[in-house]
């Protein structure tokens, strides 16, 4: 059903996310996967990034690299092989549930089935566990015709997805 991008570009004040932040994301795909959820793994990375290599050969998940965060962005979209992305930065999660929820946004299609879905970050900082709502966005899922057209970097990605709907569910640090 989904096709996971697991973004481990540039990010802010940082330059390449660590191979345990992506290892800790790769297995957490795990049970999604299992259930029929998740169908497929890209990697993105950018060139160079120490590790990314290996850690897909070892998975068995695509690679996409490139110099810019909007290249490997683009490419990881276009070498997808489900219309249903999931993008998420490396280093984060989803909560127990995500495979319930996604099911009931998407699987069943039907007038009210959203265009796209944000996961927000589990709320850390003081101020997002007063509200919540204002927790970063680190993972989204939309159709790829949907995310091409704004795949700048993560933000535009962001920015491009026309009232999505916030899942219940959040994405938590792991690496």
Do not use: N, W, Y
């Not at 660590?18 to 950018?46: F, H, K, N, Q, Y």
């Not at 990034?49 to 695509?62: K, N, V």
């Not at 998420?88 to 796209?116: H, I, M, N, Q």
């Amino acid at each position: 059903m989904l096709s996971a991008v697991i973004f481990a570009g540039a990010g802010p004040g940082r330059s390449f996310a660590s191979p345990e932040a992506i290892v800790r994301t790769l297995a957490s795909l795990v049970p999604a996967a299992i259930a029929g959820t998740v169908r497929d793994v890209t990697l993105a990375a950018m060139s160079g990034a120490p590790g990314a290599r290996q850690i897909a050969d070892h998975a068995g998940c695509e690679l996409v690299e490139a110099a810019t965060p909007g290249d490997v962005l683009r490419a990881a979209i276009a070498a997808a092989r489900g219309d249903l992305l999931f993008v998420l930065l490396a280093g984060r999660a989803p909560e127990p549930g995500f495979v319930e929820e996604v099911t009931d946004l998407f699987d069943r299609a039907s007038d009210r089935t959203p265009r796209a879905a944000v996961l927000r970050a589990e709320p850390g900082a003081f101020l997002h566990r007063l509200i919540p709502a204002i927790s970063p966005v680190e993972g989204l899922i939309a159709r790829r015709r949907d995310m091409a057209a704004g795949a700048a970097d993560f933000a535009g990605l962001r920015r491009a997805l026309s009232a999505p709907v916030a899942m219940k569910c959040r994405l938590r640090r792991v690496g």
